[in-house]
């Protein structure tokens, strides 16, 4: 009863203080504070990215930068936090929507662009921690080595396989420097038998969003 005394009882929205109470609760006081002072970058709404951003707005982040061009396609909604009647608005419109339903006071920053060499520094000035979440390999490799080269200070975590219908257990997060993560299988590609699977899709995204919990907590892999 102490904390329904503190919902907003006219749309049943839990109120701030009732929020923090409940996340404090369930992570304890010292830990979330370090959720809710983070900021963390989001670099492709995706699969990958739709799905991190979500598991880190339900765990009290207190910022995320989200960054995408693209629009919501039918093709998205089999692995995607998107809903069939968001087709055609773009991502970043249509998740920041979707994550203020299920976590009310995140704080979100959005940039409809394609990140380049040439934007990405001040993209994410402010990210404590940058999460890698594209499709294309490309786009991989150029995040991956610009953070690494420029912003040697600032966290990674990025991804590499997560295709078909391979076992679950081998999803897997790596430390590769104190402070890059790489999360996937490593293994296989999109251009292999049938491609994304939501499943295991979402498997490699709860990784990501997982270490960059942990990172928070200061509990490092080896």
């Known amino acids: 009863m102490r904390s329904l005394a503190l919902w907003e009882v006219v749309n049943l929205i839990p109120t701030k203080e009732a929020w923090d109470v409940a ?26 990215g739709s799905n991190i951003a979500v598991s880190l707005a339900r765990a009290g982040i207190g910022k995320l930068i989200l960054i995408d061009f693209d629009h919501v396609d039918i093709s998205n909604l089999h692995r995607q ?4 009647d968001q087709i055609g608005i773009y991502k970043t419109e249509a998740l920041c929507e ?15 662009v394609r990140i380049t060499e040439d934007s990405a520094v001040e993209l994410l000035k402010d990210a404590d921690i940058i999460c890698e979440a594209f499709d294309g390999a490309e786009a991989k490799a150029m995040l991956t080595n610009l953070v690494l080269e420029v912003m040697p200070k600032k966290y990674l975590v990025a991804a590499s396989g997560m295709a078909g219908l391979g076992s679950a257990n081998t999803i897997k997060t790596r430390k590769v420097t104190n402070k890059f993560y790489l999360c996937g299988d490593e293994v296989s590609d999109v251009k292999d038998g049938i491609g994304l699977v939501s499943s295991r899709v979402m498997l490699c995204a709860a ?6 919990l942990r990172i928070l907590a200061e509990e490092y892999e080896v």
Request: proline share 2%; with cysteine; charged share 20%.
């Open 98 to 112: 979707n994550l203020k339903e299920v976590a009310p006071y995140v704080v979100i920053e959005t940039h409809t």
């Open 81 to 84: 936090q998107y809903k069939a």
């Open 207 to 212: 990784h990501q969003a997982h270490i960059v």
């Open 23 to 48: 996340l404090k609760e369930r992570h304890g006081e010292e830990l979330q504070e370090k959720f809710s002072a983070a900021t963390v970058a989001i670099c492709g709404l995706g699969g990958l």
